[in-house]
T-cell receptor
C-alpha cells in the first residue's frame, strides 16, 4: 500500500535555528498538507498545497513557516528561527481528488 | 465553519465492558475519519465513513455515521487493555479537503 514518508522521525534543534521537515507524498495525490500536534493536544491544520501553491493556511502558519515542493516529489516544511513553542509532532498528509487522506508517521520536533 | 466535538474527552473503563465515543460535527461533511494514537506515536487510521448509515467494524471497534444528525460513534465491545489509546475523529471539509479534528478521547482500560 502506498505510504507517505516523513524524515527525520525526530529532530532536536536549538531555539533560533531553522529546520526543514521533509515529506514524500503519495505519487498520484494532488493535495498536500502539514498538520501539527503539540504534545497531549489535538491535531491542528497548518497548511494545504495544491497545484504548486498554498491553497489554505491557518493562523498558526505565519511568516515563520514556509512550504515548498522543490522537485515534484518532496514536500517540505521550513520553520525559520524556531521557538520553544514550535516543539510538536508534525504530520504530513496527502490526498487524491476524492479527499482520501494518508498521513505520514510524523516528525517529532524538539526545540531546546 | 466546520467544528468537531468529541465526548467524552477522557474515559476509564474496566476490561470486558462496552462503551461509545461520540463525535458531532457542525456542518455538512463528505467523510468522517477515526484515528487511534498511542502516546508519542503517529496517527493510525481506523475507519473512513463515507455515507449516511455507514457502519464499519474491525475487531472490537465499530464505527457508524449519521449524516442527518451529524453524528458519528465509535463503539467498543468487550474492551481489552490493548485498546487503551487516544481516539480522534476528524471531519473532511468539502470545500478544501482540510481535516477538522476533534479534541480526542483518551481511553484507559483497566484489567
Amino acid at each position: 500500500e502506498p505510504e507517505v514518508t516523513q524524515t527525520p522521525s525526530h529532530q532536536v534543534t536549538q531555539m533560533g535555528q531553522e529546520v526543514i521537515l521533509r515529506c514524500v507524498p503519495i505519487s498520484n495525490h494532488l493535495y498536500f498538507y502539514w498538520y501539527r500536534q503539540i504534545l497531549g493536544q489535538k491535531v491542528e491544520f497548518l497548511v494545504s498545497f495544491y497545484n504548486n501553491e498554498i491553497s489554505e493556511k491557518s493562523e498558526i502558519f505565519d511568516d515563520q513557516f514556509s512550504v515548498e515542493r522543490p522537485d515534484g516529489s518532496n514536500f517540505t516544511l521550513k520553520i525559520r528561527s524556531t521557538k520553544l513553542e514550535d516543539s510538536a509532532m508534525y504530520f504530513c498528509a496527502s490526498s487524491g481528488q476524492g479527499g482520501g487522506y494518508t498521513f505520514g508517521s510524523g516528525t517529532r520536533l524538539t526545540v531546546v | 465553519e466546520l467544528k468537531v466535538e468529541q465526548n467524552p474527552l477522557f474515559l476509564s473503563m474496566q476490561e470486558g465492558k462496552n462503551y461509545t465515543i461520540y463525535c458531532n460535527y457542525s456542518t455538512t461533511s463528505d467523510r468522517l475519519y477515526w484515528y487511534r494514537q498511542d502516546p508519542g506515536k503517529s496517527l493510525e487510521s481506523l475507519f473512513v465513513l463515507l455515507s449516511n448509515g455507514a457502519v464499519k467494524q474491525e475487531g472490537r471497534l465499530m464505527a457508524s455515521l449519521d449524516t442527518k444528525a451529524r453524528l458519528s460513534t465509535l463503539h467498543i465491545t468487550a474492551a481489552v487493555h490493548d485498546l487503551s489509546a487516544t481516539y480522534f475523529c476528524a471531519a473532511l471539509m468539502d470545500s478544501n479537503y482540510q481535516l477538522i479534528w476533534g479534541a480526542g478521547t483518551k481511553l484507559i482500560i483497566k484489567p
